[in-house]
């Protein structure tokens, strides 16, 4: 009796494990070499690119700047850093404006609250823009220069 339902459990356990996760990161590595951060990020952000702003919204067919982040970091990192901004405000670690690094996240006070988004390089970032749907930014605009509330890194 064991002997037949053994190949059948063995096929249960196999099937439970077949969901398939987007990843173009290895999670056991993820965030540790900001060049490959940089080029997940990269492929990434084409696949997003233009997606409108939604807010609540977490597909693409509409995105808010959490939602956008959460899903990221997900797919590409394996980490969950929590579903809205204050939830990720709140963790990972404290990292300085002149420190940023690929993948860190960036946080600034808007009109309505708070805004997040994922540091790239040189000064640039991706992020749910209100107006723009997804999109890249720079933090030398005054805008978003002058309203940086904080950054942190998972």
Known sequence: ????????????????????????????????DSGQVKQALQRH???????????????????????????????LFGVNPGRSTDDQLARGRTV???????????FFRTGKGKHVGIYF????????????GVTASTLNRSYWDRNFIAARRY
């Open 1 to 32: 009796m064991i002997r037949t339902l053994l190949p059948l459990l063995l096929a249960l356990l196999l099937s439970a494990c077949g969901q398939k996760q987007v990843s173009y990161y290895p999670a056991s590595t993820a965030l540790a």
């Open 45 to 75: 952000y084409q696949q997003w690119r233009g997606v409108p702003y939604r807010i609540g919204g977490s597909s693409q067919s509409g995105v808010d700047c959490s939602a956008f982040t959460q899903l990221t970091y997900s797919q």
């Open 96 to 106: 300085s404006r002149g420190a940023l690094r690929p993948g860190d996240l960036v």
């Open 121 to 132: 390089d040189d000064g640039w970032f991706v992020h749910a823009s209100a107006s723009k």
